[in-house]
């Protein structure tokens, strides 16, 4: 039986955690290249991240340059320098899912803003980015920030996956749920401090998030997730600033 999802291809595997026949034809393999010990790391550093965004007060560009870099080094060493895993499919197709998946996100996050706003729910935008003062600062910041949120929530996902799979044995489709749903609640608290503790804009990431992971099952590409998190947050940043002035 296929650990496949429908649509997701074959030909590109999750790092680490990929190995054997995925299709059912010669037998599915989980954790032969993913060890419970770098599960358990993998896992340990995103929480050791997201208690220092939490309560250690240092700038965002500084946080965003070390989470790119840290998280770029534990690939790097955790992959034998292997970075060519992180590309996955870009292909026209994927390309185009990509877009979709970024317009879809807009336009659910903005409809849940709009009933949170006639509810009366005060929603805040990301203070670092809103204290920018043009149009180009906002944006090398948010290059900055998404590179290391993107590889902090690949990186993450994939150690949780590890671990459903090395210690609870769970099968592929079981372990990428399970992780992409406690990935998504552990991004969402990384950003309590940027959105002042905010809790209804902390839901409104919640299915960018899950829809992000989508994109990068289906095309293993940490780069498409990136561009599509920076189009899903940019458009935005464009919007204010040029009606603003």
Same mark, same amino acid.
């Given at each position: 039986?296929?650990?496949?999802?429908?649509?997701?291809?074959?030909?590109?595997?999750?790092?680490?955690?990929?190995?054997? +026949?995925?299709?059912?034809?010669?037998?599915?393999?989980?954790?032969?290249?993913?060890?419970?010990?770098?599960?358990?790391?993998?896992?340990?550093?995103?929480?050791?991240?997201?208690?220092?965004? #939490?309560?250690?007060?240092?700038?965002?560009?500084?946080?965003?340059?070390?989470?790119?870099?840290?998280?770029?080094?534990?690939?790097?060493?955790?992959?034998?320098?292997?970075?060519?895993?992180?590309?996955?499919?870009?292909?026209?197709?994927?390309?185009?899912?990509?877009?979709?998946?970024?317009?879809?996100?807009?336009?659910?996050?903005?409809?849940?803003?709009?009933?949170?706003?006639?509810?009366?729910?005060?929603?805040?935008?990301?203070?670092?980015?809103?204290?920018?003062?043009?149009?180009?600062?906002?944006?090398?910041?948010?290059?900055?920030?998404?590179?290391?949120?993107?590889?902090?929530?690949?990186? #993450? #996902?994939?150690?949780?996956?590890?671990?459903?799979?090395?210690?609870?044995?769970?099968?592929?489709?079981?372990?990428?749920?399970?992780?992409?749903?406690?990935?998504?609640?552990?991004?969402?608290?990384?950003?309590?401090?940027?959105?002042? +503790?905010?809790?209804?804009?902390?839901?409104?990431?919640?299915?960018?998030?899950?829809?992000?992971?989508? #994109?990068?099952?289906?095309?293993?590409?940490?780069?498409?997730?990136?561009?599509?998190?920076?189009?899903?947050?940019?458009?935005?940043?464009?919007? +204010?600033?040029?009606?603003?002035?």
């Amino acid at each position: 039986m296929s650990e496949l999802f429908k649509r997701e291809n074959p030909n590109y595997r999750l790092p680490f955690v990929d190995t054997g +026949g995925l299709d059912g034809s010669s037998g599915s393999s989980l954790n032969g290249g993913i060890t419970k010990k770098m599960s358990l790391l993998l896992v340990a550093s995103a929480i050791i991240a997201i208690s220092i965004l #939490l309560f250690v007060p240092i700038p965002q560009i500084i946080s965003a340059t070390i989470f790119t870099v840290a998280g770029l080094a534990f690939y790097g060493i955790l992959s034998r320098c292997k970075f060519n895993l992180l590309v996955g499919s870009n292909k026209p197709k994927d390309i185009g899912l990509m877009l979709v998946i970024t317009i879809i996100s807009f336009v659910v996050a903005n409809v849940l803003s709009s009933i949170y706003e006639a509810a009366g729910l005060k929603i805040v935008s990301d203070q670092a980015i809103a204290e920018q003062s043009s149009i180009l600062s906002s944006l090398k910041l948010l290059c900055a920030q998404l590179i290391g949120e993107e590889m902090f929530k690949t990186l #993450l #996902l994939l150690g949780l996956i590890g671990i459903f799979v090395t210690f609870a044995h769970a099968k592929r489709k079981q372990a990428i749920i399970w992780s992409v749903i406690l990935t998504t609640i552990l991004f969402c608290i990384c950003h309590y401090t940027a959105y002042s +503790g905010n809790i209804m804009q902390l839901t409104l990431l919640i299915p960018s998030t899950v829809l992000t992971f989508y #994109l990068y099952i289906r095309t293993k590409s940490v780069i498409l997730t990136t561009v599509s998190h920076f189009l899903y947050d940019a458009i935005p940043i464009f919007v +204010g600033l040029i009606f603003a002035k």
